[in-house]
């Protein structure tokens, strides 16, 4: 199995929910968080690094969630391909609301599950 960075290592690349327009918009306040990711990431350019989205079950229906995951997956992909990552960036894929890390319905908690992972392969 390959080593797997822990996704609450990066939650902090966290996303707000968009209820009007079931979108997602990278945190602005994350930026920064998501640039030491990306130094950590050129440290080690031979990686092969899959980025993978998750939205939250209270997004929307199935579908919904699952392009909401897909969106939140391309927007760390792009903002890390044009932010100069030398690591083999193999590609990203959304996951809807498969993969939780916090079951609660607490809205603090929810918030965990709009995330990206990132994959080390």
Not at 38 to 61: C, H, M, Q, W, Y
Not at 66 to 94: D, P, T
Not at 103 to 117: G, I, L, Q, T
């Amino acid at each position: 199995m390959p080593p797997y960075v822990d996704p609450v290592d990066f939650q902090s690349i966290g996303f707000e929910a968009d209820q009007s327009s079931r979108t997602s918009v990278l945190n602005p306040v994350q930026v920064d968080r998501l640039q030491e990711v990306a130094d950590t990431l050129n440290r080690f350019p031979d990686l092969n690094v899959l980025i993978v989205g998750n939205a939250d079950k209270t997004e929307g229906s199935d579908a919904q969630c699952q392009a909401i995951s897909e969106i939140r997956a391309l927007l760390v992909y792009e903002w890390l391909a044009s932010h100069g990552v030398r690591s083999k960036l193999n590609g990203h894929k959304g996951v809807g609301n498969t993969h939780p890390v916090d079951h609660s319905d607490a809205e603090e908690h929810r918030r965990h599950n709009r995330r990206v992972d990132i994959l080390i392969q």
